[in-house]
């Protein structure tokens, strides 16, 4: 059996302050098979978006890890340094975040945003970082001509295609999809959700997908863990998912949809 793409075992976070603590994650375990789609998916305040600045080791203060591992690729990202964790993300794991227009620079071109990557974790620049970029746009389905473009330059939807683009530079085994398409009308939601299948299937990455939106879900993930309060609450494939689980609340969220 190959190992697992994510491995995520008895995970807590904790925020810290005066008053007291809360405890955000509550004991989280979760294993991303090799080349699946698993989703993650939670109402706000759930611990989804926790989990995923927990395994990107990108917690702002005063949240911390008090317990669990995070393997990927035989390693447990909790116990890398800083300068390591820096060195580890985009090689092995990347994210596509919900707000591209945050995500980006917006005072740099595409291009130099997609070479800085480029640049910093593979040592690629002049000619092959210009070859690199052309094909990263064209994966993505997006003209070379938008390369010199600034951020605020792009639709929405062609923002996030930069986004995706970004975080394929360097061919990460594991994507994590955190809430890509919120922003988007439904029309552009569905190219871009189309797009991300279509480069999974022919990359052959593994992708954490997260999301409040079930029935999204529904749609294309392999297998899905239900969060909420903290807690990972039922974890099952999306056909046993959409005859209702074996819980009463995702029976409740699937008679809602």
């Known amino acids: ?26 004991n ?9 789609i698993f989703g993650l998916v939670g109402e706000s305040g759930s611990g989804k ?23 990927i690729n035989k390693i447990d990202v ?30 740099m071109t595409v291009e130099d945003q997609i070479k800085d990557v480029l640049e910093i974790h593979k040592n690629i620049s002049g000619i092959k ?47 994590i999809m955190d809430e890509p398409t919120t922003a988007l009308d439904v029309i552009v939601e569905r190219e871009i959700l189309s797009k991300i299948i279509q480069l999974r299937e022919e990359l052959n990455f593994t992708i954490l997908f997260i999301t409040h939106d079930l029935n999204l879900l529904l749609e294309f993930a392999d297998r899905i863990a239900i969060m909420k309060d903290g807690e990972v609450i039922e974890m099952n494939t999306v056909e ?5 689980g074996e819980r009463s609340y995702t029976k409740k969220l699937i008679g809602a949809l």
């Open 1 to 26: 059996m190959s190992e697992a793409a994510l491995s995520i075992k008895d995970l807590n976070v904790e925020y810290t302050m005066k008053e007291g603590s809360h405890l955000a994650v509550k």
């Open 28 to 36: 989280v375990s979760f294993q991303v098979e090799q080349g699946e």
């Open 49 to 71: 978006s926790t989990v995923v600045q927990a395994l990107m080791r990108t917690l702002p203060p005063p949240a911390i890890i008090t317990g669990g591992k995070v393997i």
């Open 78 to 107: 909790l116990s890398l340094s800083a300068i390591e964790v820096k060195q580890y993300r985009w090689k092995q794991i990347s994210i596509v975040m919900q707000s591209a227009l945050n995500a980006l620079n917006p005072v």
């Open 129 to 175: 970082a210009d070859e690199k970029v052309e094909q990263l746009l064209h994966l993505v389905d997006v003209s070379k001509e938008n390369a010199k473009s600034y951020p605020h330059q792009l639709s929405g939807g062609m923002r996030q295609r930069i986004v995706i683009a970004i975080a394929l530079a360097l061919t990460p085994p594991l994507i």
């Open 240 to 244: 046993k998912i959409k005859k209702g």
